[in-house]
């Protein structure tokens, strides 16, 4: 059996496009995730590629930025390799304005976004009416409308990478050896584990419940009010979520609290006040200290580095993230953002 130049263990977001972005430049990947691809958080439901808002531009920004605009090819060339889907579109996104100053600052990132997104989106200020029967209600009888947020069907888009990953040659299993340099993607546990390695805490955990429903809204703009998202997927399905729970009995559970946020989804859009509910979700979601990915060197250990971290952002990060890893740990290039190295979180 050939060796292996790199090993991954998780089949997560990032490890699997760590290892895509690593076997299209020709190295042999192993990835180890003894429950499979996509078990953890990125076996979820909603799959909200958002962008943050275009002010204080930062390095974090910048790169999701990058990522966000990457998303569309990579994921076009995902698919055409694995002959599978993964669910992306970019179908923008709808957020209520609450008053006259919100209103203001709306208009004011309008004119921020112009020049930081390059041209190649666009955050605007629209009236409710332009979205009838699917806009939430606003107090202003106006919008925010930008068109780089995309959705992601988690489940889909794990599978699809995977696909590709093993069309490439690449080996995704369930065990095996650890050859080569080593990649730990290994999601909120491996945070925990690092935590007590280093005798620090680095990240923990947050739990997340969402829901899938049936109901056919593909072609519109997800929606983002009351710190809910809503996003209809290519499958006549829409899913909504999540709670961020920190303390947590069963990371696995579903409970009231989803139960609310399905009640809250259905007051913020009556399109889908009776639409059935298919499927429920509960996992954890790993957060690094500094709230950014954690990227770089495995701390006193030679060969050996980390992707972890993705939180609420993994999907959207994943393209960028799979590139600045396969350049360290294959060439030793590090253009890792200052504020994403593993030492950020210390």
């Known amino acids: 059996m050939a060796i292996m130049d790199v090993t991954i263990y998780g089949a997560g977001i990032f490890g699997l496009s760590v290892a895509w972005s690593c076997v299209k430049r020709g190295a042999k990947v192993r990835v180890i995730d003894p429950h499979g691809v996509g078990a953890g958080s990125s076996g979820g439901l909603v799959g909200a590629l958002a962008p943050h808002v275009p002010e204080r531009w930062n390095t974090k920004k910048a790169f999701q930025f990058d990522s966000l605009i990457m998303a569309e090819e990579y994921w076009a060339e995902v698919e055409a390799v694995s002959g599978l889907s993964s669910g992306y579109g970019r179908t923008g996104r709808l957020q ?3 008053d006259a100053r919100q209103l203001a600052l709306a208009r004011d990132r309008k004119a921020e976004a ?3 997104w390059q ?3 666009v955050w605007d200020v629209r009236p409710v009416s332009d979205f009838p ?3 939430p209600d606003s107090p202003t009888g106006y919008l925010i409308h930008d068109t780089l947020t995309a959705r992601m069907n988690p489940r889909f888009a794990a599978k699809a990478l995977a696909g590709a990953v093993q069309a490439k040659g690449g080996e995704i299993a369930q065990e095996g050896r650890e050859e ?3 990649v730990w993607a290994t999601g909120w ?3 925990l584990d690092l935590s007590q390695e280093l005798g620090k805490p680095v990240g923990n955990g947050v739990k ?5 429903l049936q109901h056919e809204a593909a072609h519109l703009p997800q929606l983002f009010a009351d710190a809910l998202h809503i996003i209809p997927h290519a499958n006549g399905t829409v ?3 999540s709670t961020s729970e920190r303390e947590f009995d069963d990371p696995a559970s579903c409970d009231a609290a989803l139960d609310d946020i399905i009640a809250g989804a259905r007051a913020i859009c009556p399109a889908i006040a009776d639409a059935p509910v298919i499927d429920r979700w509960a996992g954890v979601r790993p957060r690094a200290k500094s709230r950014a990915p954690m990227l770089g060197h495995y701390p006193g250990r030679s060969g050996h580095f980390i992707a972890n971290g993705g939180f609420k952002i993994g999907f959207g990060m994943g393209p960028k993230v799979g590139e600045v890893m396969a350049d360290l740990v294959l060439e030793g290039r590090d253009t890792i953002p200052e504020d994403f190295r593993v030492e950020a979180s210390f």
Do not use: D, E, N, Y
């Open 96 to 98: 209520p304005i609450a």
């Open 180 to 182: 080569g340099r080593v």
């Open 208 to 212: 997340g419940q969402s829901a899938l």
């Open 119 to 121: 041209g190649k989106a």
């Open 189 to 191: 546990q491996g945070l």
């Open 133 to 135: 029967g699917w806009a």
């Open 114 to 116: 112009a020049t930081l």
């Open 239 to 241: 899913a909504i979520g």
